[in-house]
């Protein structure tokens, strides 16, 4: 079954005031909840590189920011654990700091504050559509109303931000909605980022998260299934120090199936007995494992291979190395490699990871 991967909060608050500003002046007024914050800092960061370009000190509850811009701009305000998203622009515009998307007084802001509002629509449909299914039924029938549920709404999601950026494909706002868009697929591929970005202009794809998007999204692609492997060398890879490369092991004329994994992670270290027992039932001339340490310590990951008595073959240190690569976020994550070096599954776990070695080896 496929689980909602996406809550957003939105609350549209208008906190009117006016003043006299020139054509690219902007002034920033925001409140903070009452009774606290009194005295600390709002930071102003560039949304686009994750850069602090301002601050300003609350007093009496309240904080004012002024500029001069040239064109509209994403930019986050936090302070404490309070965050808020806004487009700077001409004019005034005013933020609640309790309310996640509240920025009010100009075009760009009122706008994304409505496709916000409308995305927040349909989630509260799907979650009453969800509650109204039968638990009485069979837990397949569930499931199937549940994919339902789950199809209609992600259409309606989809619908959303293509009238908006019909309307601003290379805006600032544009950049805000098709991020958010690709935020709330629940199954996101690199086609659909593909096909979505035909709709918006260079300055929407340059938007600093939507490029890093685009950097995954492009090594997803040259490392999917089908593809054949992207090698990588770690300098002190081996235990006595010296280079290891995953050339070492694949594309040797064996399955090789590569688990990358670190010492801290409880899940990856709950797959060590799955990876054990298949390892011990077709290792050979036909198979192998490779295990290849990242984001860790290694110290901790001989440590750990000592505990869970790896015998298999093992790559240590290899950082962020493969996992920038193979554009890996999360781990574990589990890659199964043909005899000639093709990549034949991604993201294999439990019974999955079984089931497609007993099948490629034919067992």
Not at 37 to 47: A, F, H, I, L, N
Not at 285 to 299: G, I, K, L, Q, Y
Request: hydrophobic share 40%; charged share 25%; proline share 4%.
């Amino acid at each position: 079954m496929r689980r909602i991967g996406f809550f957003i909060t939105v609350v549209c608050a208008a906190i009117l005031s006016s003043c006299g500003v020139g054509e690219k002046d902007f002034v920033v007024k925001g409140v903070v909840p009452e009774g606290y914050y009194d005295g600390e800092t709002v930071y102003m960061t560039d949304y686009d590189d994750g850069l602090v370009i301002d601050s300003a000190r609350i007093k009496g509850g309240k904080f004012v920011f002024r500029g001069v811009t040239d064109s509209a701009a994403v930019r986050k305000l936090t302070v404490g654990d309070l965050t808020v998203t806004l487009i700077v622009e001409n004019g005034v515009i005013t933020v609640d700091m309790s309310d996640a998307f509240s920025p009010d007084g100009t075009p760009l802001n009122r706008e994304l504050c409505g496709f916000m509002a409308k995305c927040e629509d349909v989630v509260g449909m799907a979650k009453e559509r969800l509650a109204a299914v039968d638990r009485t039924l069979p837990e397949k029938e569930q499931a199937r109303l549940q994919d339902e549920i789950f199809d209609d709404i992600l259409a309606l999601l989809n619908e959303i931000p293509v009238q908006y950026l019909l309307e601003h494909p290379d805006d600032a706002l544009g950049a805000m909605v098709f991020l958010t868009w690709m935020q709330l697929q629940m199954e996101p591929s690199a086609e659909f980022f593909e096909e979505a970005g035909k709709l918006v202009g260079d300055n929407v794809l340059n938007f600093g998260p939507v490029r890093q998007m685009a950097d995954y999204y492009g090594k997803m692609l040259l490392t999917a299934e089908g593809r054949p492997f992207v090698d990588f060398t770690v300098d002190n890879g081996n235990a006595d120090g010296s280079a290891a490369s995953l050339s070492d092991y694949v594309g040797k004329g064996k399955y090789v199936l590569v688990d990358f994994w670190a010492s801290w992670c409880v899940p990856c270290r709950q797959e060590t007995p799955i990876i054990a027992e298949v390892y011990k039932k077709y290792g050979g001339d036909r198979f192998t494992v490779v295990s290849v340490a990242v984001w860790d310590e290694r110290e901790a990951t001989i440590k750990a291979i000592s505990e869970d008595g790896n015998t298999w073959p093992q790559i240590l240190d290899a950082q962020t190395v493969p996992t920038e690569l193979y554009g890996i976020q999360g781990i574990p994550h589990i890659i199964l490699f043909g005899p000639d070096g093709t990549i034949v599954a991604r993201n294999l776990r439990g019974d999955q990871l079984k089931d497609k070695i007993a099948e490629v080896m034919g067992k």
